[in-house]
């Protein structure tokens, strides 16, 4: 066996175990739902061929379109509060200022906290009721409690609630990211803004922001993504949708978890899979293209 050779196995032995995870949890089940969106199967009866009813059922589902606009809406909602938060976190807490280190932390302790503790938390914090929140505004503007928002026991004010939860979970870890691109900032560039009189604000527009645009499109691509495949935080906040606010807070992987494995319908579940899958990739591509234009 040649050394040439024998670097080659070496390199592989070191890249198999993560490859046959990502085959046989990734890529195995990702061709099985593609096979299974053209079938009809409820895991007991003998599989059907099913060929595009699958999908021509998704036209006329108004569920799956109230599970997708609720989808668009909280990723239209969630991605531009975060980036802005979080960018504002960085730059205040990139300052030199006393216990900016412990601020740090407690600003990114949300996003590596339980997310069924703090969920659990939050509604109760947010309770229509008995949560301090109402209570406060209560005692503050005097609207009595029952005229207040519902926060997640509300159908008008349950999207805004989740908006603002993730928002406030995730913001923490996105600074961080922020905080790295900051550091690259040439700072070179803000003294010779500093001779040319520009202030602050013109300073971040035209040094800092032009600096972070890499960074600040690599957030952007990743919160629409986690956006669209977002099912961890609606099942905690809203019990998995099993009340009242079913429809409303019902989202494009909840629906597909629903199909499954509540309603047995396998073959469709995988076709809306299959959209979700097709989004995702869009998406992905777009930042593939993306980043070779910043590169250049």
């Not at 699958?54 to 990723?75: H, S």
């Not at 906290?113 to 949560?131: D, E, H, K």
């Not at 922001?209 to 993504?225: D, E, N, V, Y």
Request: net charge positive.
């Amino acid at each position: 066996m040649t050394k040439k050779t024998k670097e080659a196995l070496v390199a592989y032995s070191f890249i198999a175990p993560n490859f046959l995870g990502f085959l046989v949890f990734t890529l195995v089940p990702l061709v099985f739902a593609l096979v299974l969106s053209f079938l009809k199967w409820d895991g007991a009866n003998p599989i059907e061929f099913y060929g595009w009813e699958n999908f021509i059922r998704l036209l006329n589902d108004a569920i799956f379109w109230r599970a997708f606009w609720n989808t668009i809406l909280y990723t239209g909602g969630v991605v531009p509060l975060t980036l802005v938060c979080s960018l504002f976190l960085a730059i205040l807490l990139n300052q030199k200022v006393k216990g900016r280190n412990f601020f740090r932390t407690v600003s990114f302790f949300p996003y590596v906290a339980s997310l069924v503790a703090v969920a659990a938390v939050w509604n109760f914090i947010f309770s229509p009721t008995r949560g301090p929140v109402n209570n406060l505004l209560n005692a503050l503007t005097g609207i009595p409690v029952e005229n207040l928002p519902g926060w997640a026991a509300d159908k008008n004010w349950a999207i805004p609630t989740v908006i603002f939860f993730s928002v406030w979970k995730n913001m923490g870890y996105y600074m961080v990211i922020y905080l790295a691109g900051l550091q690259g900032v040439n700072q070179e560039l803000y003294e010779a803004a500093n001779l040319d009189g520009a202030n602050g604000w013109q300073r971040f527009c035209h040094v800092t922001l032009p600096q972070l645009a890499p960074t600040t499109f690599f957030i952007l691509m990743m919160l629409i993504i986690s956006s669209f495949k977002v099912y961890d935080i609606f099942i905690n906040l809203f019990a998995g949708g099993d009340n009242q606010l079913t429809n409303t807070t019902r989202v494009l992987v909840y629906q597909i978890y629903n199909t499954a494995f509540r309603s047995l319908e396998y073959g469709y579940a995988s076709a809306i899979a299959m959209v979700l899958f097709v989004l995702v990739l869009g998406i992905t591509l777009i930042q593939f293209r993306g980043e070779k234009k910043l590169n250049y």
